[in-house]
């Protein structure tokens, strides 16, 4: 069964450093999505992503965030300068249409932590 | 704006017994719903959804939803619980570029 998979599966970055988290959503899917989880909370959305630009975000994703489709298959979530308070799960999803009656699959999730 | 709510922090229910896991649900316009799944340190994984149609929705693992839009809620159910059961499950609404999610209610079945 096709699914959605997340690299790396933790990180462990200094605060003030960049990181770029990578997702390779399903092959046919053409929205996507990342959602971070603070430690076991609510599940939050940050940005979806549709024909190569940015169809909506939320309060959360600011400056410091931007996400990129580099090649056919990986869509990525860079952070430029981390702050503690991004330590975080963050969920890749991919969708096939964007429709309101469609969900979202989601991979494991990457575990970022900024010390 | 679409939003949901999950009244219940944590459920705990027995094994064998049937287990409810409470959502409330408001939207402008048709409401389009789901239920996602997340056991620890595990991705969301999905469970069903409504779109329309039948007001009970069959999805995997033998939960069901019901929808009731006089009561504008869409609990999960399922008739008797099991101990792998026992996880985080999320409630959402389907907004047209994203989804939005309650809080998520804590289950836990004991043997």
């Known amino acids: 069964e096709p699914e959605v998979t997340q690299t790396p599966s933790h990180q462990v970055t200094q605060m003030g450093q960049e990181v770029i988290l990578r997702c390779v959503p399903i092959?046919?899917?053409?929205?996507f999505y990342w959602y971070r989880q603070i430690l076991g909370q609510k599940v939050e959305f940050l940005v979806s992503?549709?024909?190569?630009?940015?169809?909506?975000k939320s309060e959360i994703f600011d400056d410091q965030f931007s996400v990129e489709r580099p090649d056919g298959s990986n869509f990525t979530l860079k952070i430029r300068s981390t702050k503690l308070e991004d330590s975080a799960m963050y969920f890749c999803?991919?969708?096939?249409?964007?429709?309101?009656?469609?969900?979202?699959?989601f991979g494991q999730g990457t575990r970022l932590t900024v010390v | 704006a679409q939003s949901v709510a999950q009244p219940e922090d944590q459920v705990n229910v027995a094994e064998g017994n049937p287990l409810t896991v409470k959502c409330t649900y408001s939207?402008?316009?048709?409401?389009?719903l789901f239920w996602y799944v997340q056991y620890p340190n595990r991705g969301l994984q999905f469970l069903l959804k409504?779109?329309?149609?039948?007001?009970l929705v069959k999805g995997s693992y033998g939960f069901e939803a019901e929808f009731n839009k006089s009561q504008t809620s869409f609990h999960l159910k399922k008739p008797s619980a099991l101990v792998s059961d026992s996880a985080l499950y999320f409630c959402?609404?389907?907004?047209?570029?994203?989804?939005?999610f309650g809080a998520g209610t804590r289950l836990t079945v004991k043997p």
């Open positions: 992503f549709y024909n190569n630009e940015i169809s909506e």
């Open positions: 999803a991919s969708s096939p249409t964007g429709g309101k009656f469609t969900e979202a699959f």
């Open positions: 409504y779109i329309t149609g039948d007001n």
């Open positions: 092959s046919n899917h053409l929205y």
């Open positions: 959402a609404v389907r907004a047209l570029n994203d989804m939005r």
């Open positions: 939207v402008s316009g048709n409401p389009y």
